[in-house]
């Protein structure tokens, strides 16, 4: 079941026809959705004429599209270099304990956060970065950056 | 009397709380009735001490102040009109005592000249500062002929990496017949640790637009497209804001300043894809295909966008045109060195004092940027290597740091110039974990187009990481070695032809390090997780349970006044109680 569906019509609509608009599309979408499930882009598909192998194929191709459900917020550890020589590992190892995440697991259970690697947020000056939805929080440490997490819920 | 008080809100700035700051000035004027106009600007590239404020007087003199907090609002305000600069703020320059601040002092700002001096969301403010007098300039007195040779006599060179003539790229694209030319400018800025183009985007977008516009007419294109990533929210804001602001006064559209000369430009958000910053990739990612490199010839300049001749530059490249239109092709290639005119921008980050954005004259040696613009070393840790070139790039060491910027010499120590992204590295700095941090970025970012590229990386990475924990054994140099030259034969684009950088030239100046990890099991710089280990010294362990309570993982356990220990299990290796113990008592093996 697709939930925003007269939403992404109307977005369909705006771009269909446009030359070079299938990512801008997909990128509202996701906007809305918060993450481009299968029947989504099967949808958009028949509407829009484009195989669905090449819109699957976009969505894997950019790690800006997501698969699966989102959390509510959004973490973004920097590892870029300069965080990296910073010890963004370390935050890193520091966030996924807090957050009780497993290797290869990027949501908590309750939904609330999704964390993400990502290289480099531009702030290397104030290595190591993370960005929590679309604040950007600087010089951490790995206990600073578990108090930062306690401020949203 | 009247002044005007500057917030540095760039991104950086942002992180470090210069809203609360911007914020916390604005009330206090208000309130208290005090005439003075408040200016929001960009980033002027000395990070390292955000949030920054800057108080001109109406004289021209200006006094900044860096690490400004909101309660210090009042007494600066008070210190400013008084004239007596307080003393426990670190004042980056002091114009109305003469002394000016170093940083600054070493630089050439072409490319960064309005960056945290202007308001970037003002078009006012960037014609204030000879804003749109080079577009006009070129429509009005020079031929598109004219324009290309300005930019050849310049010497400028592509910053976007390779370095390419800008003046022969420009003339390749004018030679190109079609009614339909494009100009792209590419602000993907991939490399992990530059941010000069966001501060660019951010700090002056109109520069961009104008250089756009020039090389548009230069050519004879009428249609253009930013690509800008995604994770630069501030700069996407900001250009779109001075497209429109110059839409409407009529320096991009329909016959602009009333010439037979139109332009547009559009801007693409990019979706998260290093390999997108090259340039055939980019294309095809505006067209929206998957971002994969195709073989080039042709070139863009013959057959670019939707087969269109395109012409394509890095942010940094654009933000130069301008100026040299304006100032002269002479004034430009007075800087520099025989091959590499002008100035560069460098992004300085990782291990040094005055992290941030510098502009210098290229020819400047290593050794100059980072100890005297750069400030040198952030603690009293010694200096290892400087990487440069991003994963493109290589660790240059000591030895070498008397290497001259400019892109041969670079190129000669196996590293690149890149786009600038300079990150300094110390000792406590593992050379074999940065290469293997490297090549993961490589392989995860590899198309899979050319086999060498992704399967190679992929082998690479996999000894690399045997190697930090410990399990190399010697012959895996010697694979390392030979997969390398096979990968840079073997791969179509730059990304694949470059991605064994790192690893080659950390294997030429820290073999040793890599033989230490194969030969020892150890991590010389304490970095390799599997290769170190915290433990609590007994002997002089007093229990005051510092070590246990900031330990993110609380993987410390003891009472008070008993000795403590560690849970290896789950220790995450991060340091924290090494310190935080004040009695030297945690011991890293
Ligand atoms: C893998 C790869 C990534 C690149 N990323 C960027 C980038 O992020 N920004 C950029 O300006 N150029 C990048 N380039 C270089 C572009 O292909 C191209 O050379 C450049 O945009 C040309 O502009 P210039 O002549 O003004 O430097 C990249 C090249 C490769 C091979
Ligand atoms: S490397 Fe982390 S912000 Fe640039």
Redesign the pocket.
Same mark, same amino acid.
């Given at each position: 079941m697709i939930k925003n569906k007269k939403q992404i019509d109307e977005i369909i609509s705006k771009f269909i026809g446009k030359k070079g608009s299938l990512i801008p599309l997909m990128q509202e979408i996701q906007n809305i959705e918060r993450y481009l499930s299968i029947d989504t882009m099967r949808y958009l598909s028949e509407k829009s004429g484009v195989k669905l192998a090449e819109i699957y194929g976009v969505a894997t191709f950019y790690t800006m599209f997501k698969l699966k459900p989102q959390g509510k917020h959004i973490v973004r550890i920097c590892k870029g270099t300069a965080c990296h020589v910073s010890g963004a590992n370390s935050i890193a190892r520091s966030l996924k304990q807090e957050l009780n995440l497993k290797d290869n697991e990027d949501t908590t259970k309750d939904g609330l956060f999704t964390i993400m690697e990502v290289a480099c947020l531009g702030c290397c000056s104030l290595a190591p970065v993370i960005m929590i939805d679309d604040n950007t929080y600087g010089k951490l440490t790995p206990d600073s950056v578990v108090d930062i997490l306690k401020k949203y819920n | 009397m009247s002044f005007t008080i500057k917030v540095g809100l760039a991104s950086c700035g942002r992180a470090a709380g210069a809203v609360e700051v911007y914020e916390a000035i604005d009330k206090y004027l208000s309130k208290n009735k005090i005439k003075a106009e408040l200016k929001k600007t960009a980033c002027i590239g000395m990070c390292f001490s955000e949030p920054l404020v800057e108080f001109v007087a109406e004289d021209g003199s200006s006094i900044t102040y860096g690490k400004v907090k909101p309660v210090e609002i009042p007494e600066l305000i008070k210190q400013f009109n008084n004239r007596s600069p307080i003393k426990n703020n670190i004042i980056l320059s002091n114009h109305l005592k003469g002394s000016e601040n170093t940083n600054l002092n070493n630089q050439v700002r072409i490319a960064l000249r309005n960056c945290g001096n202007i308001n970037p969301e003002s078009l006012d403010d960037y014609l204030a500062n000879k804003g749109y007098q080079s577009l006009e300039k070129v429509l009005n007195e020079m031929s598109q002929e004219e324009v290309i040779e300005e930019i050849k006599k310049s010497g400028l060179r592509?910053? /976007?990496?390779?370095?390419?003539p =800008?003046g022969l790229?420009w003339s390749f694209a004018l030679q190109a017949e079609n009614k339909k030319k494009y100009v792209v400018c &590419?602000a993907? +800025?991939?490399?992990p640790g530059a941010f000069m183009?966001r501060s660019v985007l951010e700090g002056d977008p109109h520069s961009i637009i104008e250089g756009m516009a020039i090389c548009a007419y230069a050519i004879g294109a009428d249609e253009g497209y930013i690509y800008c990533r995604a994770e630069y929210p501030l700069a996407i804001k900001h250009l779109k804001k001075a497209i429109k602001d110059a839409e409407s006064a009529g320096y991009l559209g329909h016959k602009i300043l009333g010439k037979n000369f139109s332009f547009k430009v559009h801007i693409k958000e990019g979706a998260g894809a290093?390999?997108c910053?090259? +340039?055939t990739a #980019?294309m095809a990612s505006i067209e929206g295909q998957r971002g994969m490199?195709r073989i080039r010839p042709p070139f863009p300049a013959t057959s670019g966008l939707w087969g269109k001749p395109t012409n394509? &530059? &890095?942010?940094e =490249? #654009?933000a130069n045109i301008a100026w040299i239109i304006l100032n002269g092709s002479a004034e430009y290639s007075k800087f520099g060195t025989e091959k590499s005119k002008g100035t560069k921008v460098f992004a300085l980050a990782g291990k040094i004092k005055n992290s941030g954005l510098i502009e210098v004259p290229m020819g400047m040696p290593l050794r100059n940027v980072i100890y005297d613009v750069g400030g040198g070393m952030l603690t009293d840790k010694p200096f290892k290597a400087v990487q440069l070139g991003g994963p *493109?790039g290589g660790c240059i060491p000591e030895k070498l740091l008397d290497t001259i910027v400019d892109y041969d010499s670079i190129t000669k120590t196996g590293a690149i110039m890149g *786009?600038g992204g300079m990150v300094v590295m110390d000792t406590s700095t593992c050379m074999v974990d940065v290469a293997k941090f490297f090549l993961n970025f490589t392989q995860n970012e590899s198309c899979g187009k050319c086999t060498f590229c992704r399967i190679g990386t992929k082998r690479m990475l996999e000894i690399l990481t045997r190697i930090t924990e410990g399990k190399g054994k010697m012959e895996d140099i010697d694979t390392l070695e030979n997969l390398a030259e096979n990968i840079i034969k073997g791969s179509l684009? /730059? #990304?694949g032809q470059?991605a064994p950088n790192p690893v080659l030239t950390t294997l030429r100046y820290f073999r040793d390090e890599y033989i230490e990890h194969i030969m020892n099991k150890k991590c010389p710089a304490g970095v390799c997780t599997s290769l170190i280990k915290f433990e609590v010294i007994e002997d002089k362990c007093v229990g005051c349970t510092a070590c246990a309570r900031k330990c993110p993982v609380n993987c410390i356990s003891g009472e008070v006044k008993k000795i403590h220990k560690i849970d290896q299990d789950k220790c995450i290796k991060c340091g924290v109680c090494l310190e935080t113990c004040k009695f030297d008592a945690i011991k890293k093996s």
């Open positions: - | 592509g910053r /976007g990496g390779a370095g390419f =800008t790229k &590419n993907d +800025e991939g490399d183009d290093f390999v910053g090259e +340039e #980019l490199p394509i &530059n &890095n942010v =490249t #654009l *493109s *786009s684009c /730059g #990304l470059t």
